[in-house]
C-alpha cells in the first residue's frame, strides 16, 4: 500500500487519477480547516512593559528669593522663602506674613521667626511689600493705612497673583492657605478673611484690629487673635500716623472677636484660662471645624511677642493653630 503526502491512502487501480485529485481537494480543505480552528481557539500573548524605577522627587533650591510682580499697574514684590528638602511636586501649606505700617518684608521676616518654623515643617512663607514711598510702605485694611488706603491700593488681586505665581513653583495645597500679620497687616489679614474666606483656611493678626465693614466671608474662616492690653484693647482714636483722616477710631479688640464669633457660627459658651500674664479665651463650636481664639496680654503695648518673653504666644503657636485648622 502506497501513501500520498496528504497521508490519505489509495484503494483500488480503478480511476485512480480522479481519486487521486479528490483526495488532494479534501486533504486541502482539512488543513484550512484545522487552520482556521487553531486561529479560533489561540489565546493572544500578554505582554509586560518594563516597570519604571522611581527617581528623586525633585527639590527647589531651599532659600530666599525676592520676586516681582505688576498688579494693575503698580510694581509690587515679596521675598519668598523655601525651606530645604521641599518637593515641588507634594501639596504644601503656605504662610502669608504682612509687615506693619512703615515697615517691609525684611523687618517682619526678621521679627517673626518665621523662616526657622517654615524649615522644620516644610513650607514655603511669603512676605509681601506693601506700596507706597519705600520709606513708608502701606496695606490697604479698609479705611487703614497711609498710602495703600488712600489710594486704594488693590490687595486683593495682589495675593490672587502672589499665588499663582507661587503655583508655578510649588503645588500648593489650596487647603492650607494662611495669613498672619502685624499692625497694619494684621487689619489686612482680618480684611482677607473677610474678602477672601474662599482661600483662606484661618488668619491671625497680631496688634491689629477688624476695620473691614462690613465683614461678609462666604465660608468660616478660623482666627486667632494676639494682642496687648496696652495696644487701644478697648479702642479709641486712631493716630495720625494710621488715620487716612481725623476721625478715624479703631474698634475694641473685643468687638473684632465677637463679629467673628457670629459670622463662623459658633455655639456655646467660651472657654477661659488664664496662664500668667495672658488671658486665653476659645470658641470651639464653631462651623466648619474653625475656631475662634484670643489671647490678650497684660502689661503688652504694640509690639510682635518674642518667643523669649512670651513663648506660649509667639510664632510657633500661630503655626500650630494654622496647621490644626484646613479647609474642610
Given at each position: 500500500?502506497?501513501?500520498?503526502?496528504?497521508g490519505v491512502c489509495?484503494?483500488?487501480?480503478?480511476?485512480?487519477?480522479?481519486?487521486?485529485?479528490?483526495?488532494?481537494?479534501?486533504?486541502?480543505?482539512l488543513?484550512?480547516?484545522?487552520?482556521?480552528?487553531?486561529?479560533?481557539?489561540?489565546?493572544?500573548?500578554?505582554t509586560?512593559?518594563?516597570t519604571?524605577?522611581?527617581?528623586?522627587?525633585p527639590?527647589?533650591?531651599?532659600?530666599?528669593?525676592?520676586?516681582?510682580?505688576?498688579?494693575?499697574?503698580?510694581?509690587?514684590s515679596?521675598?519668598?522663602?523655601?525651606?530645604p528638602?521641599?518637593?515641588?511636586?507634594r501639596?504644601v501649606?503656605?504662610?502669608?506674613?504682612?509687615?506693619?505700617?512703615?515697615?517691609?518684608?525684611?523687618?517682619?521676616?526678621?521679627?517673626?521667626?518665621?523662616?526657622?518654623?517654615?524649615?522644620?515643617?516644610?513650607?514655603?512663607?511669603?512676605?509681601?511689600?506693601?506700596?507706597g514711598?519705600?520709606?513708608?510702605?502701606?496695606?490697604?485694611?479698609?479705611?487703614?493705612?497711609?498710602?495703600?488706603?488712600?489710594n486704594?491700593?488693590?490687595?486683593?488681586?495682589?495675593?490672587?497673583?502672589?499665588?499663582?505665581?507661587?503655583?508655578?513653583?510649588?503645588?500648593?495645597?489650596?487647603?492650607?492657605?494662611?495669613?498672619?500679620?502685624?499692625?497694619?497687616?494684621a487689619?489686612?489679614?482680618?480684611?482677607?478673611?473677610c474678602?477672601?474666606?474662599?482661600?483662606?483656611?484661618?488668619v491671625?493678626p497680631?496688634s491689629?484690629w477688624?476695620?473691614?465693614n462690613?465683614?461678609?466671608p462666604?465660608?468660616?474662616v478660623?482666627?486667632v487673635?494676639?494682642h496687648?492690653?496696652?495696644?487701644?484693647?478697648n479702642?479709641?482714636?486712631?493716630?495720625?500716623?494710621?488715620?487716612?483722616?481725623?476721625?478715624?477710631?479703631?474698634?475694641?479688640?473685643?468687638?473684632?472677636?465677637?463679629?467673628?464669633?457670629?459670622?463662623?457660627?459658633?455655639?456655646?459658651?467660651?472657654?477661659?484660662?488664664q496662664?500668667?500674664?495672658?488671658?486665653?479665651?476659645?470658641?470651639?463650636?464653631?462651623?466648619?471645624?474653625?475656631?475662634?481664639?484670643?489671647?490678650?496680654?497684660?502689661?503688652?503695648?504694640h509690639?510682635?511677642?518674642?518667643?523669649?518673653?512670651?513663648?506660649?504666644?509667639?510664632?510657633?503657636m500661630?503655626?500650630?493653630?494654622?496647621?490644626a485648622?484646613?479647609?474642610?
Amino acid at each position: 500500500m502506497s501513501q500520498t503526502s496528504s497521508g490519505v491512502c489509495r484503494r483500488g487501480r480503478k480511476n485512480h487519477k480522479f481519486k487521486s485529485r479528490l483526495v488532494a481537494i479534501l486533504a486541502a480543505v482539512l488543513l484550512l480547516g484545522a487552520t482556521a480552528c487553531s486561529q479560533t481557539v489561540a489565546k493572544p500573548v500578554t505582554t509586560h512593559a518594563p516597570t519604571a524605577t522611581p527617581g528623586p522627587a525633585p527639590t527647589l533650591q531651599p532659600g530666599d528669593s525676592t520676586r516681582q510682580l505688576t498688579v494693575s499697574g503698580l510694581e509690587r514684590s515679596y521675598i519668598l522663602h523655601i525651606p530645604p528638602g521641599l518637593d515641588s511636586l507634594r501639596p504644601v501649606p503656605v504662610v502669608f506674613v504682612f509687615h506693619g505700617l512703615l515697615d517691609d518684608a525684611v523687618s517682619i521676616q526678621t521679627t517673626t521667626g518665621f523662616n526657622a518654623i517654615a524649615d522644620k515643617n516644610g513650607f514655603p512663607v511669603l512676605y509681601p511689600n506693601g506700596s507706597g514711598p519705600s520709606e513708608a510702605l502701606s496695606w490697604n485694611a479698609g479705611g487703614c493705612c497711609g498710602y495703600a488706603a488712600e489710594n486704594n491700593t488693590d490687595e486683593i488681586t495682589f495675593i490672587r497673583h502672589m499665588l499663582t505665581d507661587l503655583g508655578t513653583i510649588v503645588r500648593v495645597d489650596p487647603k492650607r492657605i494662611y495669613a498672619t500679620g502685624y499692625d497694619n497687616g494684621a487689619m489686612l489679614s482680618y480684611r482677607l478673611a473677610c474678602e477672601m474666606s474662599d482661600t483662606f483656611a484661618a488668619v491671625a493678626p497680631v496688634s491689629g484690629w477688624l476695620l473691614t465693614n462690613p465683614c461678609r466671608p462666604q465660608q468660616p474662616v478660623s482666627v486667632v487673635v494676639v494682642h496687648g492690653l496696652d495696644d487701644k484693647y478697648n479702642g479709641g482714636i486712631g493716630a495720625s500716623l494710621y488715620a487716612t483722616h481725623s476721625d478715624f477710631v479703631f474698634p475694641s479688640v473685643e468687638q473684632g472677636i465677637a463679629t467673628w464669633v457670629q459670622l463662623d457660627g459658633c455655639g456655646g459658651s467660651a472657654q477661659v484660662e488664664q496662664q500668667g500674664a495672658v488671658t486665653y479665651t476659645t470658641y470651639a463650636s464653631c462651623q466648619a471645624g474653625t475656631e475662634v481664639e484670643l489671647y490678650a496680654i497684660e502689661k503688652w503695648g504694640h509690639a510682635w511677642p518674642p518667643p523669649y518673653a512670651l513663648p506660649a504666644i509667639s510664632s510657633p503657636m500661630i503655626w500650630d493653630f494654622f496647621a490644626a485648622h484646613a479647609k474642610q
